[in-house]
C-alpha cells in the first residue's frame, strides 16, 4: 500500500489524485466519528463519563477492518470484494478492550446488532485477520495504538444495563458515523420550554373564552391545572386519566413543558407517542396550529426500507450495507429525531428501541433525557407488556425519561400484590395520577349513556335502519370489509353528501379532508353520517349526538362513547348525560383475532352482567385486571433481552401483527407530487416530506396480490411503489381486486 488510507471515495466517482476530488482519509473518518459519538453521547447521559468513553472507543474502531488490503484495493478500484470490515475493530475490542457491548456495536453498525453468543463464536474465528493491523493502524492514527496498546481503565457494566447500553452505543455510533458521511454536524435544536409553555397557556387561554361555560369547560380547566401543578413532582411515571373530551391531548403538553422549564438541564425534548390505529396527522396539527408547522417533526409508521416476505403474514427489513449514507436527498431527516418537539407513532418508538437495526436505533440516543407522552396508552399490545414496561423502567432510572401515560381509560399496569414476582407489571407505587380526583372528574364529565343491544345479533340492514333515522350519527366497526357494507347499505338510504368513510384504506390527506367535511357539517347542524374503522377511536374531536358500536374491546367501546356529546352541549341542555351510544353484536361476530377477539368476549361477558356506563371505573379496573392476569404478557421477550439475544428479539418483537409496505397514491395534491417523483426518478428528502401524507401502508398479502394489479415500481428503486390512478377511489380510498374478507384496520 502507498500510506495513505481512505474511508470514502469521492461521492461523484472522481479518483483521488483528480483535483477537487473529495476523498475521505480513513483517519480522518475515525477522529470525526469518535468525537461525534462521544459529544452524542454526552448530550444523552451528561454525567455517564463510562458511557461517553465507551462511545468514543465505537467510533475509534468501527471501520478499524478497512485498513485491510482487500478494502483499500477495492475502494481503489484495483480489486474485488466482498471485504467485510466491521468484525475486524470489534474483534479488538472483544479480546483487547474485553468490552462486548463495543464490540457488538462495531460488528452491528452496518448488519445490526447481533446475538450476543453466537458472536463469541464469531470474534474467534476472525482473530487470524487481525495479523498486521494494529501496527498499520497505530501509525496512521496515534489514537488507536493509544487505546489498544495502553491501560484504560475497563470499569464493569452491570448485567441489568447491559442491554439498552448496548443499543445507546448502537445509536451514538450510527449517529456520528452518517452525520461524518455526510457532513453534518451535531444539531440539537433548543426544547425552549418556558417559551413554549407561555404560547401555550396564551392559546388554551383563547380556547376558553370561544368555548361556553358549563361542566366541560371547568372540568377542561381543573385538568390544566391539575397537570401545572403536578409537573415539580419528583415522579418519573405519572398517569394523565382523563376521559375523553376532557383537554388531555393540550393539557399533557403543558405538564411537559412545565417540566421541562422546571429543570431546562434535564430534559432536551419532548416526544408524542401515538397509537397506531390512531390519526397521528390531526394531532401533529393541534401542536402544530399551537407553536408553529415548523416545530413538529411528524414521524409515521410507514418504510421504504427494503422489505422482504418473512412469512405469508410479516415482512421484515432488509439491512443496508451503509453505502447510500453520502447521497442525503434519499436519507429521511426523521432518522435521528434531533428535533425539540416530535409526534410518532408507538410502532415507531417502541419497535426503535426493540430492534438490532442501525436505521432504527440511530435515533434512540435522542430518546435519552426526553419527557415521553404516551397518549391512548391502553392500547399497547398485551403480548408484549412485560418489556414495555420494563423499558420504560430503564429509561426513567438510567436515562433521565420521564413517561405521561395519557387515557381516558386507565389500564392496570400495576400489579395488586408487591411480592408477586411472577406478574410482570410494575409494583403498585410506580405510577402517579396527575388528576387529584378521577373517579369525581369521569363522573362530572359523563355525558353519554350507553345502550346495550348485545342479547340478538343484528346485520347490518338492521343497523343502516337505526343510523338512517337519525340526523348525525357515527358508527365504528371493526373490520374494513364491516365498514364497507355497511357504508354500501346507508348509500341506499342518505344522500351523498351527508354520507361519509373513514378507514385506513384513504391516504392521510384524504382521511383529514374527511374529518374536516364531517367537523363542518357537524358545526353547521346539517345531516352527516360516518362509517369508520377504529383509527377514529382516539384523537379525532368529532361531536355527534349518537354513536352506534360494534361489540369490541371495552375500552375501544368508551372511546367511542367520548365521541357522542363530547363538548357537552345537549348534557347541560338537559341536566342529564344527553349523548347515546348504542353498542351491538354484528350478526358474523367476526372480529380481528388474537388478544382483540379475546377482549371483545369479555367485555361482552362483562357487559351482559352489568349495566356498565363510561364513568364506571369499576368494571373498567376489572376488565383490565381479568385482561392481563389472564395471559402471559412477554416473558420471553424478557428472556431474550437477559441473555443480550438482540437479533432474535428484534426478529420476534412487533407492535402490530406485520410490518406496513408503504404505497404512494394519486389523491389530490399527491397526484401532482407522484407525477414529479416520476419524472424525478428518485424518492428525494423534500419528496418524502410532501408524499408521507399521501401513503397507504399494505400487508404482506395484500401487498403481493395488489403488485400485480394496481401497483408499480418506480424504475430503479428497490422498494418505492405507486398505485394507479384507478385503484384509488375517491370515497373508499385505494381498492383493488383482493378480497376484502377479513381485512383488519
Known amino acids: 500500500m502507498n500510506g495513505k488510507f481512505w474511508a470514502h471515495s469521492d461521492p461523484g466517482g472522481l479518483a483521488p489524485e483528480v483535483p477537487g476530488a473529495k476523498w475521505q482519509p480513513l483517519a480522518e473518518h475515525l477522529q470525526n466519528a469518535a468525537r461525534l459519538a462521544r459529544r452524542l453521547a454526552e448530550l444523552a447521559a451528561p454525567e455517564y463519563r463510562h458511557f461517553h468513553d465507551l462511545a468514543e472507543w465505537c467510533g475509534l474502531l468501527h471501520d478499524y477492518g478497512k485498513y485491510t488490503d482487500c478494502f483499500q484495493k477495492m475502494i481503489l478500484g484495483s480489486g474485488k470484494g466482498p471485504c467485510p470490515h466491521s468484525i475486524h475493530g470489534a474483534v479488538m475490542a472483544y479480546e483487547t478492550l474485553k468490552a462486548p457491548h463495543v464490540a457488538a456495536v462495531i460488528a452491528g453498525h452496518h448488519a445490526g446488532l447481533p446475538d450476543l453468543g453466537g458472536f463469541r463464536d464469531r470474534v474467534g474465528k476472525n482473530k487470524a485477520e487481525l495479523s498486521g493491523l494494529l501496527e498499520r493502524a497505530s501509525g496512521d492514527l496515534a489514537e488507536i495504538g493509544a487505546l489498544l496498546n495502553g491501560k484504560t481503565p475497563k470499569p464493569e457494566t452491570p448485567r441489568e444495563r447491559f442491554d439498552l447500553l448496548t443499543r445507546m452505543l448502537l445509536s451514538c455510533l450510527v449517529d456520528a458515523d452518517r452525520l461524518d458521511a455526510a457532513g453534518r454536524a451535531v444539531v440539537q435544536a433548543p426544547l425552549e420550554a418556558a417559551q413554549r409553555l407561555e404560547i401555550l397557556l396564551a392559546h388554551l387561554s383563547e380556547l376558553a373564552q370561544k368555548s361556553p361555560m358549563g361542566v366541560v369547560k371547568n372540568a377542561r380547566s381543573e385538568v390544566l391545572g391539575d397537570c401545572l401543578r403536578a409537573a415539580a413532582l419528583p415522579d418519573q411515571i405519572f398517569s394523565l386519566s382523563v376521559p375523553t373530551g376532557g383537554g388531555k391531548t393540550l393539557a399533557g403538553m403543558a405538564f411537559a413543558l412545565k417540566r421541562a422549564a422546571l429543570e431546562p438541564e434535564r430534559f432536551r425534548r419532548i416526544i408524542v407517542v401515538i397509537p397506531f390505529l390512531s390519526i397521528i396527522e390531526q394531532n401533529a396539527e393541534v401542536y402544530a396550529r399551537v407553536f408553529g408547522k415548523d416545530s413538529i417533526l411528524e414521524h409515521h409508521s410507514g418504510t421504504f426500507a427494503p422489505l422482504r416476505e418473512r412469512?405469508?403474514?410479516?415482512?421484515?427489513?432488509?439491512?443496508?450495507?451503509?453505502?447510500?449514507?453520502?447521497?442525503?436527498?434519499?436519507?429521511?431527516?426523521?432518522?435521528?429525531?434531533?428535533?425539540?418537539?416530535?409526534?410518532?407513532?408507538?410502532?415507531?418508538?417502541?419497535?426503535?428501541?426493540?430492534?438490532?437495526?442501525?436505521?432504527?436505533?440511530?435515533?434512540?440516543?435522542?430518546?435519552?433525557?426526553?419527557?415521553?407522552?404516551?397518549?391512548?396508552?391502553?392500547?399497547?399490545?398485551?403480548?408484549?407488556?412485560?418489556?414495555?414496561?420494563?423499558?420504560?423502567?430503564?429509561?426513567?432510572?438510567?436515562?433521565?425519561?420521564?413517561?405521561?401515560?395519557?387515557?381516558?381509560t386507565k389500564p392496570a399496569f400495576e400489579r395488586q400484590e408487591l411480592e408477586n414476582k411472577q406478574d410482570r407489571r410494575w409494583p403498585p407505587g410506580m405510577v402517579r395520577e396527575i388528576v387529584?380526583?378521577?373517579?369525581?372528574?369521569?363522573?362530572?364529565?359523563?355525558?353519554?349513556?350507553?345502550?346495550?343491544?348485545?342479547?340478538?345479533?343484528?346485520?347490518?340492514?338492521?343497523?343502516?335502519?337505526?343510523?338512517?333515522?337519525?340526523?348525525?350519527?357515527?358508527?365504528?366497526?371493526?373490520?374494513?370489509?364491516?365498514?364497507?357494507?355497511?357504508?354500501?347499505?346507508?348509500?341506499?338510504?342518505?344522500?351523498?353528501?351527508?354520507?361519509?368513510?373513514?378507514?385506513?384504506?384513504?391516504?392521510?390527506?384524504?382521511?383529514?379532508?374527511?374529518?374536516?367535511?364531517?367537523?363542518?357539517?357537524?358545526?353547521?347542524?346539517?345531516?352527516?353520517?360516518?362509517?369508520?374503522?377504529?383509527?377514529?377511536?382516539?384523537?379525532?374531536?368529532?361531536?355527534?349526538?349518537?354513536?352506534?358500536?360494534?361489540?369490541?374491546?371495552?375500552?375501544?367501546?368508551?372511546?367511542?362513547?367520548?365521541?357522542?356529546?363530547?363538548?357537552?352541549?345537549?348534557?347541560?341542555?338537559?341536566?342529564?348525560?344527553?349523548?347515546?351510544?348504542?353498542?351491538?353484536?354484528?350478526?358474523?361476530?367476526?372480529?380481528?383475532?388474537?388478544?382483540?377477539?379475546?377482549?371483545?368476549?369479555?367485555?361482552?361477558?362483562?357487559?351482559?352482567?352489568?349495566?356498565?356506563?363510561?364513568?364506571?371505573?369499576?368494571?373498567?379496573?376489572?376488565?383490565?385486571?381479568?385482561?392481563?392476569?389472564?395471559?402471559?404478557?412477554?416473558?420471553?421477550?424478557?428472556?431474550?433481552?437477559?441473555?443480550?439475544?438482540?437479533?432474535?428479539?428484534?426478529?420476534?418483537f412487533e407492535m402490530i401483527s406485520s410490518r406496513m409496505q408503504d404505497v404512494f397514491v394519486p389523491y389530490g395534491e399527491g397526484k401532482m407530487l407522484v407525477n414529479e417523483l416520476n419524472h424525478a426518478k428518485q424518492l428525494t428528502a423534500q419528496l418524502r416530506r410532501q408524499l408521507q401524507r399521501y401513503t397507504v401502508g399494505l400487508q404482506p398479502w395484500e401487498f403481493n396480490q395488489a403488485k400485480e394489479r394496481i401497483l408499480s415500481l418506480l424504475p430503479g428503486s428497490e422498494n418505492i411503489w405507486i398505485a394507479t390512478e384507478a385503484a384509488y377511489d375517491e370515497v373508499k380510498g385505494l381498492q383493488s381486486e383482493v378480497s376484502v374478507e377479513g381485512m383488519m384496520v
Open 311 to 408: 412469512d405469508t403474514e410479516r415482512f421484515e427489513q432488509v439491512q443496508d450495507d451503509g453505502s447510500q449514507y453520502r447521497n442525503l436527498s434519499k436519507r429521511p431527516e426523521t432518522e435521528n429525531w434531533d428535533a425539540p418537539l416530535i409526534v410518532t407513532t408507538s410502532v415507531r418508538f417502541f419497535e426503535s428501541l426493540f430492534s438490532n437495526h442501525p436505521s432504527d436505533l440511530r435515533r434512540v440516543h435522542n430518546i435519552a433525557r426526553s419527557i415521553i407522552i404516551l397518549d391512548e396508552v391502553q392500547v399497547l399490545p398485551r403480548p408484549l407488556l412485560a418489556p414495555l414496561l420494563a423499558m420504560m423502567d430503564e429509561l426513567c432510572r438510567d436515562w433521565g425519561c420521564s413517561f405521561v401515560l395519557s387515557t381516558a
Open 436 to 652: 387529584r380526583d378521577p373517579a369525581e372528574l369521569h363522573r362530572k364529565l359523563r355525558r353519554v349513556s350507553i345502550d346495550w343491544r348485545i342479547q340478538q345479533p343484528v346485520d347490518w340492514p338492521e343497523v343502516a335502519s337505526w343510523m338512517s333515522q337519525e340526523r348525525q350519527a357515527l358508527c365504528v366497526v371493526n373490520l374494513r370489509d364491516h365498514a364497507a357494507r355497511l357504508f354500501d347499505e346507508l348509500r341506499n338510504r342518505v344522500p351523498d353528501q351527508a354520507l361519509f368513510h373513514l378507514s385506513t384504506r384513504m391516504c392521510a390527506a384524504h382521511r383529514l379532508k374527511v374529518i374536516g367535511e364531517v367537523r363542518k357539517r357537524l358545526l353547521d347542524k346539517l345531516p352527516c353520517i360516518v362509517v369508520s374503522t377504529q383509527l377514529i377511536e382516539a384523537g379525532v374531536d368529532l361531536d355527534f349526538p349518537v354513536a352506534f358500536r360494534a361489540l369490541g374491546p371495552l375500552d375501544s367501546i368508551v372511546q367511542v362513547a367520548g365521541r357522542a356529546d363530547r363538548e357537552g352541549l345537549l348534557t347541560a341542555a338537559l341536566g342529564r348525560p344527553a349523548g347515546r351510544l348504542v353498542v351491538f353484536q354484528p350478526q358474523d361476530g367476526r372480529t380481528p383475532p388474537n388478544e382483540y377477539k379475546q377482549a371483545t368476549a369479555m367485555t361482552g361477558t362483562l357487559a351482559r352482567t352489568r349495566d356498565i356506563q363510561p364513568d364506571d371505573l369499576g368494571s373498567m379496573s376489572q376488565f383490565f385486571e381479568d385482561f392481563y392476569t389472564s395471559a402471559d404478557l412477554g416473558s420471553d421477550f424478557a428472556k431474550m433481552r437477559a441473555e443480550f439475544k438482540f437479533k432474535t428479539l428484534s426478529e420476534q
